[in-house]
Antibody, heavy 122, light 110 residues
Framework: QVQLVQSGAEVKKPGASVKVSCKTS????????MHWVRQAPGQGLEWMGW????????NYAEKFQGRVTLTRDTSISTAYMELNRLRSDDTSVYYC???????????????WGQGTLVTVSS | QSALTQPASVSGSPGQSITISCSGT?????????VSWYQQHPGKAPKLMIY???KRPSGVSNRFSGSKSGNTASLTISGLQAEDEADYYC??????????FGGGTKLTVL
């Protein structure tokens, strides 16, 4: 069965960086685009970007351009989201989410990770 | 890219039907048939309920249906049940090869 298992909660100081992992299993990692979505406490969902796990090509929301980097390690079927220059308003649950079809990239997410809480506080 | 517009809250009694709207632009909702709807219960990850405007993933009740007219998409839930109480989010593919979400709608089953 398809599983997306994310790394554990993080506490960071303002200005630091955080790297969240999303380890996948149950399918061919390189066949399905992966997206990252975040949700601040009590707020809505916010799309951050996608990565083509096969080619490594990425695309980011304008809001995060220059501050977020999506990468992958195909040898261990894992995707990563790194966010730099953290601010207090980056405190959120960060999710990885997978597209439902082979080589499909239209923002339809059938499987989600369990979420990783990143807290930014001095 | 501005967020899609959803009502903050809707409510209905068990057995009734409700509709949640999701308004965008010709660069997202109106331009593509890639509108999705997600249900999220407190403390849980979102769950895909509708994709491709009106398609239901396997296992999702046929009480959930989606449609689109122009730049506005809609999610209708018929025969409301207590377990439908949750937050609902729409999303759309955009002309920039990005994704935009709506602000979310809290559904209360009275």
């Amino acid at each position: 069965q398809v599983q997306l298992v994310q790394s554990g909660a993080e506490v960071k100081k303002p200005g630091a960086s955080v790297k969240v992992s999303c380890k996948t299993s149950g399918y061919t990692f390189t066949d399905y685009y992966m997206h990252w979505v975040r949700q601040a406490p009590g707020q809505g969902l916010e799309w951050m970007g996608w990565i083509n796990p096969n080619s490594g090509v990425t695309n980011y929301a304008e809001k995060f351009q220059g501050r977020v980097t999506l990468t992958r390690d195909t040898s261990i079927s894992t995707a990563y989201m790194e966010l730099n220059r953290l601010r207090s308003d980056d405190t959120s649950v960060y999710y990885c989410a997978r597209e439902p079809k082979y080589n499909w990239n239209y923002g339809e997410f059938d499987y989600w990770g369990q979420g990783t809480l990143v807290t930014v506080s001095s | 890219q501005s967020a899609l517009t959803q009502p903050a809250s809707v409510s209905g009694s068990p057995g009734q039907s409700i509709t949640i709207s999701c308004s965008g632009t010709s660069s997202d909702v109106g331009g593509y048939n890639y509108v999705s709807w997600y249900q999220q219960h407190p403390g849980k990850a979102p769950k895909l309920m509708i994709y491709g405007v009106s398609k239901r993933p396997s296992g999702v009740s046929n009480r959930f249906s989606g449609s689109k007219s122009g730049n506005t998409a809609s999610l209708t839930i018929s025969g409301l049940q207590a377990e439908d109480e949750a937050d609902y989010y729409c999303s759309s593919y955009t002309s920039y090869s990005t994704v935009v979400f709506g602000g979310g709608t809290k559904l209360t089953v009275l």
